[in-house]
């Protein structure tokens, strides 16, 4: 079975609800027949229902284990308590949080999936889940297959950003080993001061 037909008919909230890290290694698995198709609960009913006709399963009613079918939420910071403090940001799988080192954070609700990852970063517990009105103050209903794409593309340069952010971090850490290791002879701090502290002790 292939995993790209699986994955193109799952949400993309990559909120972890079915069990695995994201919409695509639920997809893998599906694929591989190691996860059942009643595990997502964004996707609910429908997604079964497309799951069971692609992969020829029996539809099964959703797994009361992965969570239950439920309206569409999207987050909501309480900006007066928000301290500004970042942890929430690269929590959120498709960047709908804006805001800066200590400056209030604010959700951008028509891109917000609901999947409340950025909940348990947040120090001070001022996230908090409301109704989704983003569709001109309707709820919206499922994820429609256009917007599933458009999260899919979100998700996808997110983890661009986050590799390069990471790889920017590891370039800055070897430099300043380089730059400690031509100063003092040493490739660690910790070395650094053990020598330091030899030296002290001759
Ligand atoms: S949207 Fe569905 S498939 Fe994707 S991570 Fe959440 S539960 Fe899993
Ligand atoms: S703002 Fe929070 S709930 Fe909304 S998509 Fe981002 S992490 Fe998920
Ligand atoms: S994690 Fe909470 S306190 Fe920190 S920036 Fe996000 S909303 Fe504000």
Known sequence: MDADAIDALLPQTQCT????????????????????????????????????????????PLNPANGIEAPRTVAYILEEHCIGCTKCLPACPVDAIVGANKRMHTVIAELCTGCELCIAPCPVDCIVMVPDTANNGAPRAGFPDDEARRLRERYAAHLRRRDARAAAQMEKINHKREALKQATGASTIAEAIARAKARAQR
């Open 17 to 60: 609800r079915c069990g695995f890290q994201g919409c695509r290694p639920y997809a893998e698995a599906i694929a591989s027949g190691e996860a059942e198709i009643n595990q997502c609960p964004p996707g609910g009913a429908a997604t079964i229902a497309a799951l069971a006709a692609l992969t020829g399963r029996a539809p099964l």
